[in-house]
């Protein structure tokens, strides 16, 4: 049998992130098979989930999903588990549309309950009003227990477990602040080396001292194990060969993305940075990431640009989400304003100069097939104007969009990371 349960938070910058990581070593570290989960898009936390965890780690999204789906590969994936951890994201009942896609909606679709984690360092008794109303606001959520972080003694712990007490919430305990197990930037945090191990190692025992994590799995609830049959993944003859681009500048992809191609063809994963010859193959991936950070090794390897060029121009069936969209321009401009050659697939450049966020659910309707996606990315196209484009883009709330899926033939590029594990089929677009 395995445990699970979510980590929420009432708002963002509680510290789930670093609860779940050093929640997930310890478990591991006594000897638990540790399966993690992030609810929505998010592919850098699951990067820092897999590390903890030594395990990969699954999202988790009601928005991209249909939610037998969710529900489907956590049964999959927990099974195996002795412990299942989901992360939440934003507050408890943020989401895209009101609650929709909110951990607290993924916590009712999968019946598991909540652990709230609240960052109280500058709150007391007025903790229970609030805490009352996530209780309350929708009674399907159970809350099973509350442990409050950043809180530096004793005395002020003593007001938060009388709030407790009085809302009828079990206080777990609090955890004190500790600057060593502060987790990197986002940006930066991508590079997992030493140093994070040394982080998660140290959030493990610095929680654990203080939260009693034998106690807290008394809170989670027991999920049967069941008879493993992949249905959640579809099986079909493998008649394909695709490469997949997987190096530093190239690491945003959903785990079962990558299970749904495993089973339609052969994989083959190459590197955009390293290798100088391209695999021989019918498809291409290039999936998002960090281009940016490595545009010389990038441009300087120009036997690959010209192959995956050449392989564009002679018709084979390629997919780029964001990093990879920017690798197959002409150019990517870098913060200063110099210009760093790339695979010149189509003639738009993107620009890394007056920087500004676009981010938000998307949801993509092409011929006969609607699929559904997430763009996060500061960086701008430029010249795109007389490219061929396909399809439609929507938000989440069905407001038409101007993100667009460029086409060259069959290569189809897009700032948008698309969630296509749920299909039956993405011949009818790509």
């Known amino acids: 049998m395995s445990k699970a349960f979510l980590i929420a938070a009432p708002w963002s910058n509680s510290g789930k992130t ?13 000897g638990n098979i540790v399966q993690t989960f992030k609810c929505g898009p998010d592919y850098i936390d699951t990067i820092h989930h897999s590390t903890a965890a030594r395990k990969p780690a699954i999202n988790l999204d009601t928005i991209m999903m249909p939610e037998e789906h969710v529900k489907t590969v956590f049964e999959w994936y927990s099974t195996s588990a002795d412990i299942s951890i989901v992360e939440g994201v934003m507050g408890l009942f943020d989401g895209a549309v009101k609650d929709q896609g909110s951990s607290a ?61 009085t809302v009828g919430i079990p206080s777990l305990g609090y955890i004190p602040p500790n ?31 203080h939260i009693s994590l034998s106690t807290l799995l008394e809170c989670a609830k027991i999920v049967p194990k069941t008879n493993q049959e992949d249905s959640a993944i579809l099986t079909s003859e493998k008649k394909y060969k695709i490469a997949i681009a997987k190096d530093e500048a190239f690491t945003f992809t959903y785990l ?33 990431g960090y281009p940016e950070l490595y545009l010389q090794e990038l441009s300087q390897n120009s036997t690959m640009r010209s192959q995956i060029k050449e392989a564009a121009n ?61 763009e996060f990315h500061y960086s701008k196209v430029l010249n795109d104007d007389s490219i061929p484009t396909v399809g439609q883009v929507f938000s989440a709330r069905e407001k038409e969009i101007t993100t667009k899926i460029y086409q060259h033939q069959n290569a189809y590029a897009s700032y948008i990371h698309l969630y296509w594990a749920a299909l039956e089929s993405i011949d009818v677009c790509i």
């Open 18 to 30: 670093t609860l779940t990581l050093g929640m997930s070593r310890w478990y591991s570290n006594q």
């Open 105 to 165: 909606a993924i916590a009712k679709l999968l019946d598991i309950p909540v652990i709230l984690v609240v960052n109280a360092s500058a709150m007391a008794y007025t903790i229970a009003p609030i805490l009352h109303g996530l209780k309350t606001f929708d009674p399907e959520v159970k809350i099973a227990g509350v442990i409050f972080n950043f809180i530096k003694t004793e005395s002020h712990y003593a007001f938060l477990k009388e709030a407790c007490d």
């Open 179 to 209: 600057e060593e197990i502060a987790i990197p930037s986002r940006h930066l945090g991508l590079h997992i080396d030493s140093t994070f191990e040394h982080v998660i190692e140290k959030a493990a025992s610095h929680i654990a001292a």
């Open 256 to 288: 079962q993305n990558l299970k749904w191609l495993e089973t339609i063809g052969e994989i083959l994963y190459f590197s955009p940075i390293h290798d100088q010859k391209l695999p021989e193959a019918d498809m291409m991936y290039l999936a998002g």
């Open 314 to 374: 002679r018709g084979v069936k390629i997919l780029a989400e964001c990093g990879g969209m920017m690798y197959l321009g002409s150019t990517i401009i870098d913060e200063t304003g110099k210009k760093h050659p790339m695979a010149e697939v189509f003639p738009y450049s993107t620009s890394m100069q007056n920087k500004k966020l676009s981010l938000g659910y998307r949801k993509v309707v092409c011929n006969d097939l609607e699929i559904w996606g997430h």
